[in-house]
DNA sequence: TTGAAAGCGCTAACAG
DNA sequence: CTGTTAGCGCTTTCAA
């Protein structure tokens, strides 16, 4: 019933392992041969097996898309989508096929992730996120198995090849906007400083603070985390401090966008009392009211070079380590306004 | 440095084929020999070869999930994502992992689907769509290869296993509601009638006009990818019609927001001037001003039942084909009033 | 330019 | 309860 490269062969009149070197395209094959071996796998309906090539030639032609354990409680969010698009539209130009990794917790991660990678389930692996300490990363890394990351390496980052905007310098920029803008009370709604990612943002931050003079406060370091729990709560919290921020620098349009919501319910406008400021620019910023001004990370290229980069390093596992910085650009949109609390 | 099945057996003097029995944890083998040789398969840190199991034993556990060719291009929304999770988070729990399909066209997703399934990269698919005429559907029958479908199959729709929600009476009841707030000329805005889902939604959509004894109106059968090209032009033209409705049924949140932002634009207030209902009941719809009136078609759910019945139907092949509804729900937000441009 | 044969790592009869 | 053996379908030396 299954059509495997015997009854190719034998139908063709050649040996299995030239049908095998047809597949492959090999050079020594003769036109007139390879044409009538192609002949016949239509004929037949042929199509080589997956599992009986990989065994042989030990390469798998998949690479395994790994998702942080958070991901999937904000996979409301598009980031995700977004990345993965990029990362499928390379790999499949480069006929690799997807495999997806979902776990829930760490160490389901780290689980699925040795036996991806000790079961030979693909050649390579693409992590979407970069957290402190990561025992994923570490054995990825002690295996010497072909990976690379969406974010920058805790540790080791001269040693692994991965891809990330300059979260320091943009979140600085960004911050230097509200900044110029008259703000000087700044609240930064980050997530969970387990994530590199969080933690560049948040020195970018400080860093513009800093050199514009204005000490940085502990009360305006909000958790994410706790918005997406309570995020009433969270808000007014915030905004009852004795002097509540006049800006807002968010790490998520979808945040911001439900951090909004709430102030319209405290009734404090945006941007008239508080500006605000976030990160994706996903495609419903620009139609949100107010529209939110939204620093554009370019997910799509994020995703889409980390899975040229692996695939790079799986056909050339010798090449060197790299870091891809991909530009960001600020969207200016209406989320934000001269500040009115003090004197310009 | 690969260590097999062979160098567990050698260490724990025991024959291959008892260290392949304790993997698949035969009762046929005495605790005592399972215990010792699960203590050298964890000192030697071996981890079973995928590949060289499905070529042996004929099955992959991995199930593939086929994607629309047109899902990227919505990959902003949130469906995808969501019943994505939805059966990752039951083929996990059954040991499965997910291959995910991600074609661009129509033709590039029969290939990928013909070699997934003839190469035996995956036990099972999932299809993520429904279309009139669809060729990978009707090649997965033939084929008699298990597959379960998230969507109402065009044709042969006993002889598959599908996961569904009752789109025409759902979009029938969310009709009947914007018709007893005194609507009357009502705008379908949807996506491409080759999606069965469309057909259905659009059906139920006439059913209530029908019952109101309301003529269908053909210009108010609004073409979603318009929208998504050019918002702005498509909504100016409906609005500018010689009788304009005051109502909406939209398929999708994302598309509702941005017309409501078109509307807005054009300085007319939803839900005063429009009423707007949708499907899909995003998180944003919540937090969005208005807030949507929207249904909850349970996405999560469609993904996971979808799975569960297909790793079913792995496992037994002689399972009858059947049908599930999820249960969907109107959640009633702001987006609607009353029709002030009728007299009550 | 092609064929024969060994083997990738595992499972599954069949024996014992 | 455990071992022996024969493949799964393909690639890849080695030989011709």
New interface residues.
């Given amino acids: 019933m299954i059509v495997t490269i015997k009854d190719v062969a034998k139908e063709a009149n050649v040996a299995p392992s030239t049908v095998s070197r047809v597949i492959s395209n090999s050079p020594r094959i003769s036109e007139k041969t390879k044409k009538r071996v192609r002949e016949v796998m239509e004929q037949l ?1 042929y ?6 090539r ?2 042989a030639a030990k390469s ?1 032609q ?1 690479i395994g898309v790994i998702m942080p354990n958070s991901a ?1 409680h904000a ?4 980031f ?3 990345v ?2 990029g990362i ?2 390379n790999a ?1 130009t480069n006929k690799y ?8 917790t760490e160490d389901e991660i780290f689980e699925e992730v ?2 991806m ?5 693909v050649d390579g692996i693409v992590l979407l996120y970069s957290r402190v300490n990561d025992k994923t990363m570490k054995f990825l890394q002690e295996a010497d198995f072909p990976f690379t990351v969406v974010g920058r390496p805790d540790e080791n980052e001269e040693r692994v090849t991965y891809v990330d905007n300059d979260n320091i310098f943009i979140t600085k920029q960004i911050t230097n906007y509200l900044i110029k803008l008259g703000h000087k009370n700044i609240a930064f709604v980050g997530g969970s400083l387990d994530f590199v990612v969080t933690i560049d943002r948040l020195n970018g931050f400080k860093l513009a603070l800093s050199e514009a003079g204005i000490p940085f406060n502990d009360e305006y370091l909000v958790n994410e985390e706790l918005i997406k729990e309570n995020g009433k709560k969270a808000i007014t919290a915030l905004m009852n401090l004795q002097s509540p921020p006049t800006g807002l620098v968010t790490q998520d349009d ?1 945040i911001a ?2 951090i ?2 709430h102030l ?1 319910d405290m009734k404090i406008r945006v941007p008239d009392d508080v500006s605000i400021v976030s990160f994706n620019n ?3 910023s ?4 107010p529209s939110i001004t939204s620093v554009d990370i370019a997910i799509y290229q994020l995703g889409f070079e980390a899975a040229k980069c692996l695939i790079e390093i799986i056909k050339n596992p010798d090449l060197l380590p790299r870091r891809i910085t991909i530009p960001t650009k600020i969207i200016e949109r209406k989320s934000c306004a001269n500040n009115k609390n003090i004197p310009m």
């Fill in positions: 309906g199509h080589p097996n997956f599992q009986a990989s065994l798998t998949a999937f996979f409301q969010n598009p995700f989508p977004e993965l698009r499928s539209t499949h096929g997807i495999y997806l990794s979902t776990g829930s040795t036996s990678v000790q079961g030979r389930r979808l966008y439900e909004i919501s319209e996903l495609l419903l620009e139609h949100s009211k």
